[in-house]
Structures are given as C-alpha cells and as structure tokens.
C-alpha cells in the first residue's frame, strides 16, 4: 500500500472540513430520522439505544476507518481502488468485489430511497399548505394511504426527486456535491434545533427524554440486539461504496482518525436529537411511539396538525427530512460513476445520466410495489420494494463491510495500514486489530446470519439451536 499524494481524476474537496461534512451528508439520512426514532420506539427505548451505542463505538467506527482508508489510498471508484490496492500487495483482484457489492448496491438502494424521498418532498408542501390542520389521526393515515395508492403521484415525486439527484452528481465533485453539501447540511442542522426547540416549548420534552433513556434491559429481545447492530453498521453509509468513494477525494493532510471520530459523533447526535425533536412533539399530543413507519407519515403530521404553527414547523420537519433524504442520495451515485468514468473515458454527464435512467426504470418496481403490484409477492410475500430492502440490507451490505475489515485486517501490511490511520500507540494498535479482526467480522457475521435465518420462514428450525449455543 504505497503512500499516495496523487489526486483523483473526478476532483477532490476543497478542504478536510467539506469532506467531513460530505460524509456526515451521506450518513446523515432516513436512517437518522426515518427508521431511528421508530425502531427506538418499537424495540423499548433506553436499553436499545445502549445496545445501538455500543455497536457505533465497536463496530461502525473501526469499519468507517477502514473503508475511508480505501478510498484516500486508491483514489479512484471504489472497485478500482480495492483492485489497485490488492495488485500493490500482491493479493487477489477477486477482492474488487468488494468496491463491486457496494457500487450494484448503492444503485439498488436509491432505486426505492428515491422512491420515499419523494413520499417526504410531497409532504413538505401538503404540511405548509396546512392541508392537515384540524384533522384527526384517521384522516391523516387515510390521505398517507390514497396517495400511495396513486400510481401516478408517487411516480411523479420519485421521478423529480432522481432527477435533481442526477443534475447535482453530474456537475462534478466541485460544483454539484460539494455546493450541495454547503447548502443542505447547514439547513439541516438548523432546522433539527428548531424542531427541538419546538418539541421543547409543546411539554412533551421529558417523557420523549424518559423514554429514550431510561434503561430497562426486559424489554431487549434476541430481535432488537440485531436491529440495533444493523442499524449502527448501515446509518454510517458502511458497506454501499459511498464512504469509499468519498474518502478517495479526500485531502492528503485530512486525518482519517479524527474525520471518522467527528463523523460518527454527528451522525449519532443527529439521530438523537431527531429522535428528542420526534418523541418530544408525539408525546405532546399524546400519541404511541412506536408507530414503526407510520411515526413519519401518519403520527408525525397528527401532532403538527393540533399544535400552535403546526403547519409551519411540520413543512420544516419534513423539509429538514428532504435535505438529509438528498444528501445521502447524491451519495449513492457516486460509486458506478466515478467507476464508469473511469473505465470507459466518457463524461461525467453522460454517466450520471445512464445511471439515473438504469435506477429510475429499477425504482418504478417499488413505486408500483404500493398500488398496481401490491398483490405481487412472489418470494415470501415480498413486494418488489420489499425484496430490493431486504437483498440490499441482508445480503450486499453487510457481506461487503465483512469482507472489508478482512481485507483490510488480513491482508493489507498491518504497519502501512497503522501508518496511514496514525495508530501509534501499543495499547491503540492492539485494541484496533482486536475490533478490526475479531469484533468486526464476528459481529457483522453474527448480523447477516441471525438476520437471515430470523426473517426466512424456511430457516426458522436454526433458532433455537442458534439461540441455545450462541
């Protein structure tokens, strides 16, 4: 693994502080906002967030290093940036297929991301206009459900929000990502204080506090321990190709250590703050937290539509849930284009388009998955959007974050990889080969397995084995 000073062909950021908040803007998305507040409300609160916690500090953030290090020595797509780096130590190119799992699934997961980024950029105007105003809570999931049920309107806000999502990544690292990154993440923090500040003043603060913190280990079940370690590996964009991409325009002077450690610490004050802001308004109102996905769509404009200026800070929680939506889209492209780019010596604009036309016409299964093909379950009663999730989240992802904290662990010269990630120290060098070679692998394996078998019905005899010698 040679020192590296060469830039990348696709452009680098302007300093260390834009690729921080670069990688914040892919980590930084439904997963924060969406899925965290749900999954903490279904799984009990305070002892799954312990849980949830543990997994960033152990897992997400020797995994992130790993992946960033790739990108910053090989500075080119993910798959050209493992192949260059296993040539150089003379290891297997097989082990491209790392940057390959990433790249195809990136590209899956903003087929359908795209589609309920669009479901939160047509809420945006449905809660400024105040169309929710006075209306109860069977009214509200009932508008939720017909437009769902509209082919054509889901289809028309999935297709606006690709579309802008490929004009920014066609612009180039400079003038699309990174004047994205400087306009959305700031809004971003700003509205999540105002949210807070919001869920403050409407009194439910300490129940939505007590409920998040308080500790009670009853409630964890064999399920939630894996909710949570997934959630902690999948909300730092680990294992998609878009941490790896991002890390090749990164500075030489940026150090890849302190990068991380701001990135995971935003990123889970993120979550937690959004959760606060979240929990603090349900509770005002006096509604359930665990709505699971209904907490969004459903509970979230129920309690905007009975507060004072409801309409007004509901458009701005939904707009607050765009941008970071946009954010980590812009992310997902980058992989298959950077790695088009490359090996075919086109523009980048005509790449960005390709790619947005092949995800565009992959996402209109999931857009369908809700109205026209909602009773077309071939595989395990899954709809087509169900079954992109799934192969995405069960299969891709976490086999290519495994296969990185081996590759990187196992294979890579352990005093080069110290070198580039400033690890120093005896107690440091050994507490990082103990997360990176065995925490890591074993963890991200328990995950992929115990998902698996949890949620294929033909598996469910491999439980209580599983469960007695585990």
């Known amino acids: 693994m040679a020192e590296n000073q060469n830039q990348s062909q696709h452009g680098m950021w302007s300093s260390g502080a834009l690729f921080v908040l670069a990688a914040v803007g892919s980590a930084v998305g439904l997963g924060n906002i969406w899925k965290f507040p749900y999954i903490t409300g279904e799984n ?104 769902l049920a509209s082919p054509w309107q889901v289809f028309l806000w999935f297709t606006l929000f690709m579309a802008v999502t490929i004009y920014v990544v066609a612009r180039g690292v400079n003038k699309g990502l990174e004047l994205a990154i400087r306009i959305c993440m700031p809004l971003i923090f700003v ?59 990164m500075p030489q002077a940026q150090s890849v250590k302190s990068a991380v450690g701001i990135i995971v610490i935003v990123d889970t004050v993120v979550a937690l703050v959004a959760g606060l802001a979240i929990f603090s308004i349900v509770f005002a109102d006096g509604l359930a937290p665990d709505q699971s996905v209904g907490l969004l769509f459903a509970t979230a ?97 976490p086999l290519g974050g495994l296969a990185i904290v081996v590759f990187v662990g196992y294979f890579l010269p352990r005093k080069k990889v110290w070198s580039v990630l400033e690890i120093n120290t005896t107690w440091a060098r050994n507490t990082w080969a103990a997360l990176i070679c065995v925490v890591g692998p074993i963890a991200i394996g328990l995950v992929f397995v115990l998902t698996i078998v949890e949620h294929i019905p033909a598996l469910h005899f491999l439980i209580p084995f599983l469960v007695s010698n585990g």
């Open 301 to 397: 404009p129920v309690a905007f539509a009975d507060l004072p200026f409801g309409s007004i800070f509901g458009g701005l929680f939904f707009l607050f849930v765009a941008f970071a939506a946009f954010t980590s889209a812009i992310s997902l492209t980058e992989p298959a284009l950077a790695y088009f780019v490359e090996r075919y010596n086109v523009s980048r604009v005509k790449v960005a388009v390709s790619i947005g036309a092949i995800t565009w016409v992959l996402g209109l299964g999931s857009v369908l998955s809700f109205n026209l093909l909602s009773g077309f379950k071939p595989l395990f009663g899954w709809t087509i959007f169900d079954f992109l999730d799934k192969i995405t989240t069960w299969f891709f992802l």
């Open 191 to 249: 509205l999540l204080i105002v949210l807070l500040i919001y869920g403050i003043a409407q009194g439910g603060f300490w129940e939505g506090f007590k409920f998040m913190f308080q500790v009670d280990f009853s409630k964890l079940k064999l399920n939630s321990l894996l909710v949570a370690m997934g959630h902690a590996f999948f909300t730092l964009s680990i294992g998609m190709g878009a941490i790896m991409a991002y890390g090749a325009y």
């Open 44 to 147: 009990g609160g305070g002892a799954f967030l312990l849980v949830y916690l543990i997994c960033i500090c152990l897992i997400g953030f020797p995994v992130m290093m790993a992946e960033i290090m790739l990108g910053r020595e090989g500075r080119m797509s993910p798959i050209n940036s493992v192949l260059k780096l296993a040539r150089e130590n003379n290891r297997s190119p097989n082990w491209s297929l790392i940057g390959w799992a990433g790249t195809i699934g990136g590209i899956i997961i903003l087929s359908f991301y795209a589609v309920i980024a669009g479901w939160i950029t047509y809420y945006v105007w449905r809660l400024f206009s105040g169309e929710f105003v006075g209306q109860d809570a069977e009214a509200i999931g009932s508008a939720f459900g017909s437009f």
